[in-house]
């Protein structure tokens, strides 16, 4: 199967329409600047109040954003008429205190996996851009 797309098929959609399909979807990909270049994670996220947040055990993802606390994260989908990705380049931190953890609501997201993930990291983002690849224009 080959994919071709029309000229007009890929179109560019506004801030407010990315955060409604960033909180239409639970899986992301978490880009962060490691040691021996940049490193893609799945997180599971939930948006609150302008930010991403997830939830992690420690480790490299971690180490990473300590050192360079800038990321991307991206999230894509598929509906009836339209592929679309939503890339958000931001700052990621640890979230530290209590009632901070509290109040972002990433104590009620699940995690996907076994492993106990007891902190807890806010994306703010600085750039957020989206796009849209119609249906209708891929065969």
Known sequence: MTASLTAHAVRTIGDDACWELLR???????AVV?????????????????????????GTKLADIVHNPIVAFEVDGIDDRHRWSVVVRGVAR?????DEIESSGVLGLETLT??????????????????????????
């Open 24 to 30: 239409s979807e639970s899986l992301g990909r978490l």
């Open 34 to 58: 490691a040691e021996d270049g940049v490193d893609i994670f799945p997180v599971n996220y939930l948006v609150n109040r302008g930010t991403i947040l997830f939830r992690s055990a420690p």
């Open 94 to 98: 640890r979230l530290d205190a209590d």
């Open 114 to 139: 076994v492993t106990t993930k007891f902190n807890y990291v806010q994306i703010t983002p600085r750039v957020i851009t989206g796009r849209l690849l119609g249906r209708e224009g891929i065969e």
